[in-house]
C-alpha cells in the first residue's frame, strides 16, 4: 500500500487493485482542478475497459469511448458519437477567408470550458504510431490546453504485448523534461 497526495486529499492505495493508472506533466506542476473527475469515470468503468491478461476481449478505442461517453458527457465534454463526418468532434488549426477553420482536426472528446481534448487509443496506440499524431495535433490545436491521452496499460496481440501506458508517460516524460522543447498544454497520460 501507498499513500497518494492528490489535490489536497491523502488517500492510502494499493496499487495492486488498481486498473486504471495515470501521469501528468509537467511534473512540476500541479494538475487541473477536472483531471481527478476524469479519473474517476475512468475508475467507473475499469472493469469493462481494462484488459489485464491476453484472454481478455481487446476493445477498439470507439468501444471504449462508447462506454464512457455517457459520464464524459455529464461532466460537459463534447463526445464523438461515430466516425460519420457529421458525428466527429473538429477543432481549427488554422483559419481563412471569413474566420472558417481551414485546417481542423479530429478529437475523440472536447471540453469547451476546460479547454481539454481527450484521445483514447487503443491496439494502435503504440505500435500505430497514434500517440505521436495526437501529441502533434494538440499542439497545433487552436485553444487546446489541455490534452487526455487515454492507451492501454498493455496491449496484447499474437505473439506478444506492449507495455504502452509505460512507453507512452516516457514519451511524455522525455517531452516534458527536455530543454529543447516547450509544451503549449499540459497532458494526463492515463492507462487503463
Request: glycine share 4%; hydrophobic share 40%; with cysteine.
Amino acid at each position: 500500500m501507498y499513500e497518494l497526495q492528490f489535490l489536497r486529499a491523502s488517500i492510502w492505495v494499493d496499487w495492486s487493485t488498481v486498473a486504471i493508472l495515470f501521469s501528468t506533466f509537467p511534473r512540476t506542476q500541479t494538475p487541473p482542478h477536472f483531471v481527478e473527475k476524469v479519473i474517476e469515470r475512468f475508475r467507473k468503468h475499469e472493469h469493462q475497459i481494462s484488459h489485464t491478461s491476453p484472454e481478455d476481449d481487446n476493445l477498439e478505442s470507439d468501444e471504449v469511448l462508447s462506454i464512457l461517453r455517457p459520464d464524459l458527457i455529464d461532466l460537459g465534454f463534447d463526445v464523438e458519437a461515430s466516425k460519420k463526418h457529421r458525428d466527429q468532434i473538429m477543432r481549427p488549426v488554422f483559419f481563412g477567408e471569413n474566420a472558417k477553420p481551414e485546417l481542423q482536426y479530429q478529437i475523440d472528446a472536447w471540453h469547451p470550458e476546460w479547454s481539454t481534448g481527450l484521445e483514447i487509443e487503443a491496439g494502435r496506440g503504440l505500435q500505430g504510431n497514434a500517440i505521436y499524431r495526437d501529441l502533434v495535433q494538440a499542439l497545433v490545436m487552436v485553444d487546446l490546453e489541455h490534452l487526455f491521452l487515454a492507451v492501454r496499460q498493455h496491449y496484447y496481440y499474437k505473439g506478444g504485448s506492449s507495455k504502452d501506458y509505460e512507453k507512452t508517460v516516457a514519451v511524455a516524460q522525455a517531452l516534458y523534461a527536455h530543454s529543447r522543447v516547450k509544451m503549449p498544454f499540459t497532458l494526463c497520460v492515463l492507462g487503463y
